[in-house]
């Protein structure tokens, strides 16, 4: 069987911006990212402003990035030209560019299934009934022991 392979690929940038730029300038930025892509004969799907969020770690020494995911089609000459051009930008901290597998759903709505279920896994304070507590399951004084201890001496 043949190896065949599209002109143009789908592919998929994270990007992450200096957390001080405004949401101008992080526009701006995204609207030169996409005449980039329309400049090499690609098209943008779809882009997702994510926002500010901490970083895992920092870099250099920002503690916050402001996170931009853009879905395209391009062919690979483009791909390494925007990935050049984003790294020798002063407002981006980082990118990531990967091509998108055919079967895999979209980046995006990968981490938003996974995200769901931790947001309300535990609830809130306020959310607790009292028929939650589980203060009676626990002994509160000494005569609840005693009490356990003499039935387990007499049955024996």
């Known amino acids: 069987m043949a190896n065949f392979r599209k002109d143009s690929l789908e592919y998929q940038a994270v990007i992450i911006f200096d957390s001080e730029l405004s949401e101008e300038a992080v526009k701006e930025e995204i609207a030169k990212i996409e005449a980039t892509i329309s400049a090499h004969s690609g098209s943008v799907v779809s882009n997702q402003l994510w926002g500010r969020r901490q970083l895992a770690y920092p870099i250099q020494k920002k503690q916050y990035g402001i996170y931009v995911v853009i879905d395209f089609n391009a062919d ?24 998108r597998d055919e079967f895999a759903p979209p980046l995006s709505t990968k981490l938003r299934e996974q995200a769901a279920p931790l947001q309300g896994e535990r609830g809130s304070r306020d959310s607790r009934s009292s028929s939650d507590d589980d203060s009676d399951d626990i002994p509160q004084d000494d005569d609840d022991i005693d009490d356990d201890d003499q039935s387990a001496d007499a049955q024996a």
């Open 76 to 99: 690979n000459n483009l791909v390494s030209d925007l990935n050049r051009q984003l790294k020798i930008n002063d407002n981006c901290l980082r990118v990531l560019i990967v091509e």
